[in-house]
């Protein structure tokens, strides 16, 4: 299947090797298929049977991608109306019909993804969503070089990459 440019890939699990959409707007950023893996490469074992939150989720490709791995559930945090459209499209394709799209958290997570956009990375945001995350748990968290994330209280950094323009980091919860 032959991509389009507007369009981003699973990479992996049930789902890997298909494409789906991307909003529509400069408000999102995708982010890359490298990154991802990355990511994927170092939670694939922790990811099966889990709650996940995929905050600020643009296409909703990491939850996808935490879906296609054997996510139990999926919540997808989004505000945007053109990128909730898509999210629910992108579900669609996959017959994900149990999962949520939500402008808050609802509950409690085994994993967390939080990826907000890098003009205005909502740091309080990003931080109030510490608090969902069950003891042990994982937050993943992309970011821009400028400006640093908080440290935030209860998390330990198990993972600092970076990748271009974008820091990839992985808290485990104490």
Do not use: W
């Not at 981003?8 to 982010?31: C, L, N, W, Y």
Request: proline content about 7%; some cysteine; overall charge positive.
């Amino acid at each position: 299947m032959k991509r389009n440019s507007t369009q981003v890939r699973i990479i992996s699990g049930q789902f890997g090797g298909q494409f789906i959409d991307t909003p529509k707007t400069s408000a999102t950023h995708p982010m890359g298929e490298r990154e991802r893996m990355a990511i994927f490469n170092t939670l694939r074992d922790e990811i099966s049977g889990r709650r996940v939150l995929d905050a600020f989720a643009g296409s909703g490709a990491i939850g996808i991608e935490a879906l296609s791995l054997g996510a139990a559930h999926v919540d997808f945090m989004e505000n945007h109306p053109k990128a909730i459209r898509t999210i629910k499209q992108n579900l669609a394709k996959f017959n994900q019909t149990d999962s949520i799209i939500l402008k808050t958290p609802d509950g409690e997570y085994g994993i967390i993804f939080a990826d907000p956009p890098y003009k205005n990375p909502q740091y309080d945001v990003v931080a109030g969503l510490i608090y969902y995350l069950v003891p042990g748990g994982y937050f993943v968290l992309s970011h821009p070089e400028t400006p640093e994330p908080p440290v935030f209280p209860y998390l330990e950094l198990i993972s600092d990459k970076k990748y271009a323009a974008c820091h990839i980091k992985i808290y485990r919860k104490k």
